[in-house]
């Protein structure tokens, strides 16, 4: 498929996202919300592809939420597509990892992106926000219920309640940024993420990613852990080539060919 408002790219086992509006700092028009499930529907359907990487075009931001002038004159229509803000915030059945790499503004509906996203690497000129209440909005696109989740209550609601930005040192210390670095390094830093993901077995990280969300949605551990066995990512690593091969590699003193399978 070709787009016009995001590329998107291979590099061996990893897709490559990049929202692609620089001129205005990558906010999401109704074209590219399409354009981001179709290219998320892509990799969620790849057996090859193993991970994913966002970032935003340009040095000014990842992204800035909404297109709101490009949303006016959209006839009306629902701009979300069937996954949700950016095809992204309502797939809650990816159980493929998927890194946010910001440089730059992460706010409303970016922040949303990201906080959707199971890693985020941030430069250290980056900030997040959700600014939706000072233009009379709400962050409906998962952001009050991902950042309360994220970071715990009162900091999501001080957060929230002031439509403060916060820079990416204070994201790491809320616990909602993994890792910041200086811009120089950045590529390097996000490069390195994909390499030490890419060491583990996809059908174990895909267990693993699911055994966490659906546990976190159970009433206590026990039931996590009981359920575990249930879950569908789970049910499939445990009967998987994968499986077999991590410890005939280790007998064998090799490194272990995962194949997904």
């Known amino acids: 498929m070709s787009y016009e408002f995001i590329d998107v790219t291979t590099d061996e086992r990893v897709t490559h996202v990049l929202l692609n509006r620089p001129e205005v700092m990558n906010a999401i028009n109704p074209q590219m919300h399409d354009e981001l499930q179709a290219a998320f529907d892509a990799f969620a359907a790849d057996d090859e592809q193993f991970l994913c990487v966002v970032r935003g075009a340009g040095d000014r931001a990842f992204c800035a939420g909404s297109d709101l002038k490009a949303i006016a004159f959209a006839d009306g229509r629902n701009p979300y597509p069937a996954d949700g803000y950016a095809g992204l915030i309502e797939r809650y059945d990816l159980n493929k990892p998927v890194i946010a790499a910001v440089d730059g503004f992460a706010l409303g509906g970016g ?4 906080l959707a996203c199971d890693i985020i690497v941030a430069t250290d000129r980056s900030s997040f926000g959700l600014p939706e209440p000072l233009v009379g909005a709400v962050a409906l696109g998962g952001g009050v219920h991902r950042l309360a989740r994220q970071i715990g209550l ?13 820079s990416a040192e204070q994201g790491y210390q809320l616990g909602f940024v993994n890792e910041v670095v200086a811009v120089e390094n950045f590529d390097d830093c996000v490069a390195g993420w ?8 996809p059908l174990s990280l895909a267990a693993s990613k699911e055994a966490i969300m659906k546990g976190l949605d159970e009433p ?28 005939k590699a280790f007998a064998e003193k090799r490194a272990p060919n995962w194949t997904g399978r």
Request: proline letters at 4%; aromatic letters at 10%.
């Open 111 to 114: 922040f949303e992106i990201a």
């Open 194 to 201: 994909c390499e030490r993901i890419l060491r583990c077995a």
């Open 154 to 166: 009162k900091q999501a609601m001080g957060m929230v309640l002031t439509a403060d930005r916060v």
């Open 220 to 247: 206590s551990l026990e039931a996590a852990m009981t359920h575990q066995e249930d879950y569908p990512a789970f049910y499939k690593w445990r009967r998987s080539e994968d499986a077999r091969e991590g410890p």
